[in-house]
């Protein structure tokens, strides 16, 4: 058989035939089918809707009414939980309810059930119809707090309730007064809508009240309900009423007394005691403990044994009672102590001072607690040994009365006793003095008035009267022109008293005196001292004051205004412990000062007295002697001493110093010496006037030079005085102290006199010869010996006459050794030089001569005689000791004349020292002409 194949679109053809008349046939058979009767499945009511839930509700799922059904008809719910992937039949039980049901109820939903999807199989004798899945979305619901508790109060407390915050939660509180059947909103609750809940103050009505809470998520507004977590309970509080009050409500004890308080408050249950204690006004309670002094601090019975509350304080004791761990349960009751005040004296009595026959008494001013008593003793002037009762009708009160006292009285000592009946020993005051003044005694209860009658006890004192300035009025007396004439019988001034005296007439300066004060003397005029010692000494006003004894100062002395203090004869002394004089100073202008004589000028008249400064060392430093000649001329002086202390005095005179200074100082002499001499060492500073200079004298080239009272003995070194007029030169350190003066570095011989020697005659006599100009009138001629060249005495006198110049004397009782002669010359017009001085060796085979002894030349010539051969030393000093040519020469047997170069010297007075080996000297003068 032929196979025929046809070919690729034919066969396409065909297949696309075979397939349109199959599809033909299908439509025809379904349409046979719809055009028949056949039976329907169910029809479902409603799908299942999706259910967003919170977890702890009962969420339902339904799928309506279901129709079309026929036969037997049953309803399956399934559950899938992997969204859809399988579901498995549910049933009935803690879980759900209705599974066989049109309608599904979901229990009690957790989060657990979150995106289940619940659907629904209907089945009946047509078939099943299955509904579509319900998605159950489940929130979380708040957790809400489970714990309880009883909250016990007392009425008026307020308490509260918190849980913790949560930010996603709103919160509402709740209430039931009917312990738990219903509940409200806490309306009028501060916090009732957040975590923390406040109370208002308790009532008793609020006892059994529950609180509770809900709370809601702000987001999903699931809540949650609390259960009952707190419990109000409210008691009523302590009372403290009728016998229940604390006991004592004021106890009164003294120091260091005891006491107890008690108190039985009533409560609604069982009550805890605490005592506190507070010292008023301001003080704050604190909890008492039991201890010193306290027992019982804890019960409603406190007892204090020796309390220490000062005297006079006041104190509140308070016992609170409380139900323990309960709130606002504390109730307290007051009682107080008072702590008497010990019997004292607030205000002693004082001194009393009343003039005779006037009257007087005493006061005190006392403090303690209840009445107190008072007793005044008197010592009846036994200085406080012995005391006895007052008798006086005022002896028991504050104030004795002694009435009108008289002198007899005077010095009489009174106290009084304090006490009270309660608390510890009396008190007595401190004893004061009663003064009765005698007539005489200032008062100064006016003015300072001296003829003023109320200034004085008794009247203005006559010369009968015993006068006593004390140092306690505030006005001092004055006696003035307007006094006329001042009488006493004697005059006392106390220490820090004062007495001016400006004017008026003394009627008695011969005393007796005790001037322990002050007294001014104040005159525009001259004015005479008390003979007395002064405690302080003001000199003021213009004129002289003059001393009519010696004085002396124990504090002050005053200088001032124009006025001197002239001491005549007298000396003034600054006692030890005295202050510095107040007065002008060292330097530049003056105006007061003490003048060392009678107010005249001349020999006789100035340097005869002196002011004396007691105990002076190197602490005082430079002490001032504000001193001078005359009322005219202040020339002071300034000591210092790095000595031994000691007193010293000063006096200034308006004589050139003796010893030989011609023309070459100035004409001011102060007189220095010392109590105990010979242990100082003294600095001085001497101040004069340019017109005080003699003509001859050199200021840039001063010293100051000490005297003997004949020769210079001492000088200090050389230098140029300080100041512009006046000046003034200080230097030296002095052992020795007699008088001093300044001068220039040369003194010179009196031109007239040629020369002067002294020479070994015959084996026993010494030969004296000296010649003048001729133009010298010389009174006499005074011839003095000495044995040390420093301590010269007379011993022998040449009458001056006109016209002759070659005097001679003979000494034919020289002694033995070195012997030294000088002249003193006596003017006509009385005035005093002396010469230089001449030594001559006696019994010994030496001599020393200089040849010439006077000369203007460059070369002196030495003459030395020596028994064998020596060494010698040879020096010349001038007058103030001060070396200027200094040799060592040997010398041999016998006769040596040696050239001595003198060419460097200016003119004056020089001393040519020789000494040998075995300590022989010779002293020589040499006038550089």
């Known amino acids: 058989m032929k196979i025929f194949t046809p070919s690729a679109p034919k066969a396409y053809l065909g297949l696309l035939l075979k397939i349109i008349l199959c599809m033909l046939w299908l439509l025809c058979i379904i349409s046979a089918a719809f055009s028949r009767e056949l039976p329907f499945l169910p029809v479902l009511g409603q799908q299942p809707g999706n259910q967003t839930v919170c977890a702890g509700s009962n969420p339902v799922f339904t799928i309506g009414t279901v129709s079309g059904t026929s036969g037997t008809v049953t309803y399956q719910w399934q559950v899938s939980v992997n969204s859809g992937g399988s579901y498995s039949n549910v049933v009935d039980g803690a879980s759900y309810s209705g599974a066989s049901g049109v309608t599904l109820t979901v229990l009690n939903v957790s989060t657990a059930l979150n995106g289940n999807l619940y659907r629904c199989r209907v089945t009946d004798g047509t078939g099943t119809t299955t509904s579509n899945g319900g998605l159950l979305t489940v929130n979380a619901t708040p957790a809400v707090s489970s714990a309880t508790r009883s909250t016990t109060v007392c009425v008026g407390a307020t308490a509260g309730l918190a849980v913790t915050n949560d930010a996603t939660l709103s919160y509402q509180w709740q209430l039931s007064t009917d312990n738990g059947v219903s509940w409200a909103n806490a309306t009028g609750y501060s916090g009732s809508n957040s975590n923390d809940l406040t109370y208002p103050a308790a009532t008793l009505a609020m006892n059994g009240y529950l609180f509770r809470y809900i709370a809601t998520n702000t987001t999903t507004l699931c809540s949650a309900t609390s259960v009952a977590l707190d419990t109000l309970k409210v008691l009523s509080k302590p009372v403290f009423s009728g016998l229940g009050v604390v006991a004592p409500t004021l106890a009164t004890i003294c120091p260091g007394g005891d006491t107890s308080f008690i108190a039985t408050p009533s409560g609604a249950a069982t009550m805890a005691y605490q005592w506190q204690l507070r010292q008023l006004p301001s003080g704050t309670f604190a909890d008492i403990t039991d201890g010193t002094g306290y027992s019982g601090s804890q019960t409603n019975n406190l007892h204090i044994t020796g309390f220490a509350g000062a005297a006079g304080t006041s104190w509140q004791v308070q016992l609170i009672a409380s139900y323990p761990s309960t709130l606002g349960c504390a109730s307290s009751s007051l009682g107080a102590i008072s702590v008497r005040t010990m019997p004292s004296v607030a205000l002693q009595p004082k001194d009393t001072t009343v003039c005779a026959n006037s009257p007087a008494g005493f006061k005190v001013t006392a403090s303690g607690s209840i009445t107190l008593l008072y007793q005044w003793q008197t010592d009846n002037g036994t200085g406080g040994v012995t005391w ?534 010779s002293v020589t003068t040499l006038v550089k002409q």
């Open 388 to 921: 006895s009762n007052s008798t006086e009708a005022s002896a028991n009160t504050n104030t004795l009365s002694l009435g009108t006292v008289t002198t007899a009285k005077n010095g009489w000592r009174y106290r009084v006793i304090v006490s009270n009946s309660f608390c510890g020993a009396p008190t007595t005051s401190q004893d004061k003095v009663l003064t009765v003044r005698r007539s005489g005694t200032w008062l100064g209860a006016k003015d300072t008035a001296w003829q003023e009658p109320m200034n004085w006890c008794g009247g203005v004192p006559d010369n009968t009267i015993d006068v006593l300035v004390p140092n306690w009025p505030t006005k001092m007396p004055l006696i003035s022109d307007g006094t006329n004439t001042a009488f006493y019988k004697s005059l006392e001034i106390e220490n820090a008293a004062r007495l001016t005296i400006s004017g008026g007439t003394i009627d008695n300066m011969t005393g007796p005196f005790n001037l322990a004060g002050t007294v001014a003397y104040t005159a525009t005029r001259d004015q005479e001292i008390f003979p007395a010692n002064h405690g302080s000494l003001e000199i003021n006003g213009t004129g002289n004051k003059y001393l009519r004894s010696n004085v002396d100062i124990s504090n002050n002395l005053v200088l001032g205004g124009s006025a001197k203090l002239a001491t005549r004869t007298n000396f003034l002394t600054m006692k030890n412990g005295s202050n510095t004089i107040a007065t002008n100073g060292f330097t530049g202008s003056a105006t007061s000062w003490v003048v060392t004589g009678d107010g005249s000028t001349g020999a006789a008249h100035t340097g005869i007295g002196g002011l004396r400064i007691e105990q002076i060392d190197a602490t005082d430093g430079a002490v001032l002697f504000p001193v001078g000649p005359t009322p005219a001329a202040y020339n002071p002086l300034r000591l210092s001493n790095t000595g031994t202390i000691d007193n010293f005095t000063i006096a200034v005179n308006d004589q050139r110093i003796p010893g030989g200074i011609i023309n070459a100082g100035v004409d001011r002499t102060w007189s220095v010496t010392e109590a105990v001499p010979g242990a100082s060492n003294v600095t001085l500073s001497l101040r004069w006037q340019g017109g005080e200079e003699q003509s001859a004298f050199d200021r840039t080239k001063a010293m100051v030079i000490r005297s003997n009272g004949t020769s210079i003995v001492e000088s200090s070194s050389v230098s140029a005085a300080n100041g512009a007029n006046p000046y003034t030169s200080a230097d030296g350190i002095f052992t020795t102290l007699t008088l001093f003066s300044v001068a220039s570095n040369t003194s010179v011989l009196p031109v007239e006199l040629r020369s002067f020697t002294a020479q070994k005659t015959g084996t026993a006599a010494v030969g004296l010869n000296w010649n003048t100009t001729g133009v010298l009138e010389a009174k006499y001629f005074t011839i003095q010996r000495s044995t040390d060249g420093v301590k010269f005495v007379a011993i022998g006198k040449v009458n001056g006459e006109t016209g002759k110049t070659a005097y001679n004397y003979t000494d034919n009782l020289p002694g033995s050794g070195m012997v030294y002669y000088r002249l003193q010359i006596v003017t006509q017009q009385n005035e005093m030089v002396y010469t230089g001085i001449q030594s001559v060796l006696l019994n010994s085979a030496g001599l020393v001569q200089l040849r010439p002894s006077v000369t203007n030349g460059a070369v002196t010539n030495v003459y030395v005689y020596t028994p064998e051969q020596s060494m010698i030393s040879l020096y010349i000093t001038d007058v103030s000791g001060r070396i200027h040519v200094r040799q060592t020469l040997q010398l041999t047997k016998g006769a040596n004349q040696l050239p001595l170069w003198i060419g460097s010297l200016g003119k004056g007075v020089y001393y040519v020292h020789v000494k040998d080996g075995s300590g022989n000297a």
